[in-house]
């Protein structure tokens, strides 16, 4: 079942499920009001029952004049319901329906002189009929006087005062539920309206469900489809919606992920072929030499195995340099990190590299502050990006003078180290800036054209800064060549 369909049934079940359970309360509430509204209309209807109860009282002090007379209480009854025009509404509870009629005919069992069936355990009294109306008259200890009070039924109880003083109660019992009369039919009229307001609700409810889910549902179509051509290797797919909820935010996270893979897609084929012509040119070179020499074209003698030997060097620092930086992508490089002091380590670095430029003619320059900084480092692995920028200066830059500067940057959050290296050779276009540190990426007419740089040593240089929590980045120089500057994070 599609997700738009299980999403209109739960919302629409819901709703109807509500919808019932409200119409089942209002239905309920409404028998009970009337209920009780009808309870007290009726007594109401019998205060003046009680007025002539008093009155009865009064001639004896004493309830003597009605105890036991069955047939003036209910007469009395009778004769202020009818005359309250209570009667006539309420004809489940008229006269005719008090519980002292004359006792039915006998059985045939008892006219043939057997004993009568005994419906009731005795000691017991026999359950109300439905709705039987039910009047006593009770003393003021609510002892019964005249009529019949049953304890199981539940009696709404008018004091009877005279001389302000409670000398009995007129006992009604209370209606459970309605069975005829105009309260009935207000009922049923207002359940069926109920029922219609329901019916409506809940046509209005598929109405609003059926665009709503729609309208929640489509745009997953959409990152659907566009995740199937990503598993196509689509990757130029881009959805477009104009939301701010995590519908939108989601379909934009789709389609960084489809701009990221393109990317990466793009990156691979280059990796490959560029992989392919670094390999292949001191391959072909060797191969010409070697075959140079085994067809006599070429002497066989210590120079030009040299000159083999040199390609295969060439070859063998291309595969470590490679194997160096596809460890660095999978995670394999192994940095083995404790505190340093980082201006001591750079005064080594300087000291190393001095007379390595200066035999390039490359006159070193340096502006090292004057304080201790400790960083969180594997010293080898940082000074071998520190020896990746100074060879790439030394073999591709043409410089004459290459400055090293270490310095601290505070910022409100915290305080890190910057490195910079720089040059006064070749430099590089703003726009090549920010790939220089892609694996193999090379710049037409750059430095590293000049003698064939495989271009893999920023590259590896990045992966070892990155994985100190720093960042590495490029710009051109003051001096005329190129910047790389160092970000560390100060312990």
């Not at 489809?258 to 992989?275: F, P, V, Y």
């Not at 073999?395 to 910079?420: D, G, P, Q, W």
């Not at 001096?479 to 560390?488: E, P, T």
């Amino acid at each position: 079942m599609k997700i738009q369909n299980k999403l209109f049934l739960i919302l629409f079940s819901f709703s109807f499920l509500l919808v019932a359970l409200l119409v089942f309360l209002m239905q309920w509430s409404i028998g009970k009001g009337m209920i009780n509204y009808v309870n007290t209309k009726e007594i109401e209807a019998l205060e003046p029952v009680v007025i002539e109860l008093a009155k009865e009282y009064q001639i004896k002090n004493n309830w003597l004049s009605m105890k036991g007379r069955h047939g003036k209480f209910i007469r009395l009854v009778s004769k202020q319901l009818a005359d309250s025009n209570f009667t006539s509404k309420q004809k489940s509870r008229s006269p005719e329906h008090l519980s002292f009629r004359r006792p039915p005919p006998m059985r045939p069992a008892e006219e043939q002189g057997r004993p009568p069936r005994n419906d009731f355990h005795e000691g017991r009294t026999p359950p109300p009929r439905e709705n039987e109306a039910f009047y006593a008259l009770l003393d003021h200890n609510k002892n019964l006087v005249v009529g019949k009070y049953i304890e199981e039924i539940e009696y709404s109880k008018t004091e009877v005062i005279v001389d302000d003083t409670i000398v009995g109660y007129f006992a009604v019992s209370k209606r459970n539920q309605l069975t005829q009369g105009y309260e009935v039919d207000f009922i049923e009229q207002q359940q069926y309206y109920l029922w219609i307001i329901a019916l409506f609700v809940m046509s209005l409810v598929a109405l609003v469900t059926l665009p709503l889910t729609r309208h929640l549902v489509e745009p997953l179509k959409l990152i659907t489809q566009g995740m199937h051509k990503l598993t196509q290797g689509d990757y130029q797919q881009s959805i477009n919606l104009n939301r701010e909820d995590e519908l939108g935010r989601l379909s934009r996270d789709y389609n960084e992920l489809a701009h990221s893979l393109a990317e990466n897609e793009t990156t691979r084929k280059r990796w490959l072929a560029n992989i392919s012509h670094e390999l292949r040119t001191p391959v072909a070179i060797l191969r010409g030499e070697l075959e140079a020499m085994l067809d006599g074209v070429r002497p066989l003698n210590k120079k030009n195995i040299a000159s083999a030997n040199d390609e295969v060097k060439h070859l063998q620092r291309l595969i470590d340099d490679l194997n160096l930086l596809t460890s660095a992508d999978i995670g394999g490089m192994r940095y083995r990190k404790k505190n340093e002091e980082l201006t001591q380590l750079m005064h080594s670095v300087i000291d190393t590299y001095h007379s390595y430029l200066n035999d390039a003619g490359i006159k070193l320059t340096t502006d090292i502050i004057d304080e201790k900084i400790n960083v969180f480092i594997d010293k080898t692995r940082l000074c071998q990006s520190f020896e990746n920028i100074i060879n790439n200066a030394i073999k591709y830059s043409t410089a004459t003078c290459f400055n090293i500067s270490l310095s601290i940057e505070n910022t409100n959050h915290s305080s890190n180290v910057l490195i910079k290296f720089e040059d006064n050779g070749v430099g590089v276009d703003d726009i090549h800036l920010s790939h220089l540190f892609e694996h193999l990426y090379r710049v037409e007419d750059s430095r590293n054209r000049k003698t064939g740089g495989s271009g893999l040593g920023l590259s590896i240089c990045r992966h070892i800064v990155m994985a100190h929590q720093g960042e590495i980045t490029a710009e051109n120089s003051p001096l005329g060549g190129l910047a790389i500057i160092i970000k560390l994070p100060i312990v």
